[in-house]
């Protein structure tokens, strides 16, 4: 990804979980700008000190790297018209929409409806488990209903529409366990590509994830082996979204 992207991140859930680790995120990045910074003071006179330059690179970096807003809401309060009107300086607006979109009847909530026809992408998100994928099914009715519902009004859905599977590492280990995340694409495919198709990149679940995000930091802050098979994964997701949205990355 380009440095330079610009991302409001709309956070729908109750809990701010991303607004509690964007704030605490900022704070660190704060705290080592001053200590470099402190350094770089203390250094300023001493000619045995070569680093004052890699010192500044690094604050410099610090400072430019790709920003991240979050916006909080709840979706009964929520406006994308108006959030888009007022936000026009961000490349991307990413909405995080609670696990839980439907009313106490057991309909689609409306709010949720709205978002999802006036976004360009709506990915769902699937753990490849028996359970959860016992939701897939209902989620193409809803398509469906909103495409004809759309259509019956002269009108049509444009949004993009895919599904994003998540795999556990531990249980996918080795050349049989890539054979099976195939498989289980495959199948998914077959059974939702009408509606909502998988991204043929997976999602797999590492512990360097849970990890890194307890210490306020991304996968990207990481130069582990492990991280590097993240890194690798992530981008493979990234690279299928750009490439969904026609975005040359």
């Known amino acids: 990804m380009q440095l330079g992207f610009s991302i409001l991140y709309v956070d729908l859930d109750p809990i701010r979980a991303a607004d509690d680790f964007y704030v605490q995120r900022q704070e660190m990045k704060?705290?080592?700008?001053k200590t470099l910074t402190d350094l770089i003071t203390i250094n300023t006179d001493n000619e045995n000190f070569k680093n004052i330059p890699h010192l500044n690179q690094k604050i410099k970096n610090l400072t430019m790297s790709a920003k991240l807003k979050v916006y909080g809401s709840a979706i009964a309060s929520f406006n994308i018209d108006n959030v888009q009107n007022t936000h026009t300086e961000f490349d991307f607006i990413?909405?995080?929409?609670?696990?839980?979109?439907?009313?106490?009847?057991?309909?689609?909530?409306?709010?949720?409806?709205?978002i999802l026809k006036k976004s360009d992408l709506a990915i769902f998100p699937f753990k490849a488990d028996a359970q959860e994928l016992k939701t897939a099914p209902y989620i193409g009715r809803v398509v469906k209903e909103l495409k004809a519902g759309m259509e019956s009004k002269g009108k049509s859905l444009d949004t993009i529409i895919r599904s994003l599977i998540s795999f556990e590492s531990s249980k996918y280990k080795g050349a049989k366990g890539i054979s099976r995340i195939e498989e289980t694409l495959t199948d998914f495919h077959?059974?939702?590509?009408?509606?909502?198709?998988?991204?043929?990149?997976p999602m797999v679940?590492?512990?360097?994830?849970?990890?890194?995000?307890?210490?306020?930091?991304?996968?990207?802050?990481?130069?582990?082996?492990?991280?590097?098979?993240?890194?690798?994964?992530?981008?493979?997701?990234?690279?299928?979204?750009?490439?969904?949205?026609?975005?040359?990355?």
């Open 205 to 249: 679940y590492r512990a360097i994830y849970p990890n890194m995000l307890a210490q306020a930091k991304s996968i990207f802050s990481s130069n582990s082996a492990e991280s590097d098979i993240a890194k690798a994964e992530f981008k493979a997701i990234a690279d299928q979204i750009f490439a969904e949205l026609n975005i040359n990355n």
């Open 190 to 201: 077959f059974a939702y590509g009408e509606t909502h198709p998988p991204l043929l990149a």
């Open 94 to 114: 990413l909405v995080d929409i609670p696990a839980n979109i439907y009313t106490s009847t057991d309909e689609i909530k409306p709010e949720f409806l709205e």
């Open 30 to 33: 704060d705290k080592a700008i």
